[in-house]
């Protein structure tokens, strides 16, 4: 007799036990907005969150791609346009130095801002950011990873923006036009100043061309961004449907439980306080 009330007891002990954690995963349900927190709640659910789960980080991970790739596409265009305007400026400066009524100062002063705009083009060629990132890769583009499959490369090198510029039939750096060009303003040679202006324009269509490019490539970001984020949306509202709780049903569930569990520490106290003789009557 002893012996059955022990387990009696014991199994009474137990299922109390068990309805306090009930109503404590009820009460962290209806605190955090999510019913389903461990496997043993919703197996096949709990699968499929985990499967969500590995899909969002790898999303989050081709997000931050494209969020930096983006960010080194729209520094290549400003770069390129920024290109683009000092040759038109460098144009200006070679048809004014044809004017021969210039004095000496005037023509000095010419030689100066193209040495300047120079300058300035080889520094927006080889700019790097604060990690040391540069702002055109050299040799070749990286690719980067931005989706299952595709990997996007996200800028042009400074070889194809600078390099293998057609000058007359000649291949020619984007230096060593500005560098002809210095040399035809000192020498005061006309033909030598025309050519060089024929040789800056080209150079400008060649980086006009680059510019375009770079406007696909930044385009592409944009339309795979979008669609990352669709995606994105798609898998959180997925996950938020497995995992969030029905306050209505979970607040019932925790309101009944209370109540089992109050009567039955009631029962058990007062059994608790009985003999033995008091229970083989």
Known sequence: MVGITNKIL?????????LSQGIVDGQTAISTGKTLTRPSENALAWVQVSDIGRAQAQQAAWQSNVSTGTARAATAEANLQEMNTLLTRAQELLTAARNGALNDASKTAIVEEM???RTT???LLNQKDYNGVPTFDDGQSVLVPVSRGLNLAVVGTRQ?????????GTPMTLDAILGQSITALQGSVDADVVAALDAVKAAQ????LEQTKQGVRSNRLDVIGTRLTDIDIDLKERRADLESTDLTEVISSVSAKLLQLEAAQS??????????????K
């Open 10 to 18: 014991l199994a009474e002990i137990r299922r109390q036990q068990q």
């Open 205 to 208: 269509n060649h980086v006009v």
């Open 115 to 117: 040495k300047t705009i």
């Open 160 to 168: 194809e923006v600078s390099e293998g510029i057609d000058v007359g």
């Open 121 to 123: 083009i080889d520094s």
């Open 267 to 280: 029962a058990f106290a007062r059994i608790n306080q009985q003999t033995l003789f008091d229970l083989i």
